[in-house]
């Protein structure tokens, strides 16, 4: 069963603020990835990393930044909260090896007033 | 430009029956092919996948087909039950490279 965890899962902000949204696996991956999703969108990748200290940006452009210090934490964050960034943000991790699945996070619901 | 497409946002079907959602692909390089289920406010959970080198990978109800010379995969859900309504996305990939997912098929299976 796959072990990875967000949080918070739902959050309400003000425009302008400064948020961090987690996410650890325990699965000991190498590979970490986030997503945006909105309803009845595809999954939209932003960013993503195949070890500690290697980060690169998806094909979303994005104003979040994201880290890799440890194998197992891959927080995003936003410098300034704006309404355009209300979504739904998804982590996910995948093993080593050709043909294996991603592995997702249950999600964090942002809404930015 | 979307290089997986799910061309059917939604689909209704009666308990019992099958339900077969589609999925078309434009990049022939795509060697990995997955099928995830989303209930709404959670992340997408892992449903069954197929390599390039089959045509068919079967899983209790879940069988996925994949027809590489039209560039097309379909799941199909045999018999179809109540709680397999949920939204479907199809992701598609070049061996252990980043992921591409359709807009997803919401299926309602009618009791």
């Known amino acids: 069963e796959a072990d990875i965890y967000q949080t918070p899962r739902y959050l309400v902000i003000g425009t302008g603020k400064k948020i961090t949204l987690e996410c650890s696996q325990t699965?000991?991956?190498?590979?970490m990835y986030w997503y945006q999703q909105d309803p009845g969108m595809e999954l939209h990748l932003i960013h993503y990393?195949?070890?500690?200290?290697?980060?690169e940006k998806g094909d979303l452009s994005s104003e979040s930044t994201v880290s890799r210090i440890r194998t197992e934490h891959f927080p995003l964050t936003l410098e300034s909260a704006r309404p355009s960034h209300t979504s739904q943000y998804l982590c996910a991790s995948r093993g080593t090896g050709l043909y294996n699945e991603q592995f997702f996070g249950p999600g964090t619901r942002l809404t930015v007033l | 430009d979307q290089q997986v497409k799910q061309n059917s946002p939604s689909l209704s079907v009666q308990e019992g029956r099958i339900s077969i959602l589609n999925c078309d692909y434009t990049?022939?390089?795509?060697?990995?092919f997955l099928w995830y289920k989303k209930y709404p406010a959670e992340g997408p959970t892992f449903l069954i996948s197929i390599s390039s080198i089959k045509d068919k990978n079967e899983d209790g109800r879940f069988t996925v087909f994949l027809n590489k010379s039209a560039k097309h995969l379909s799941l199909h859900i045999v018999p179809s039950q109540p709680g397999d309504s949920a939204v479907y996305f199809c992701a598609a990939s070049v061996i252990s490279n980043q992921f591409y997912f359709g807009t997803g098929t919401s299926l309602t299976v009618i009791p």
């Open positions: 990393s195949y070890g500690v200290n290697s980060t």
């Open positions: 699965m000991g991956h190498d590979k």
């Open positions: 990049n022939s390089m795509f060697d990995y």
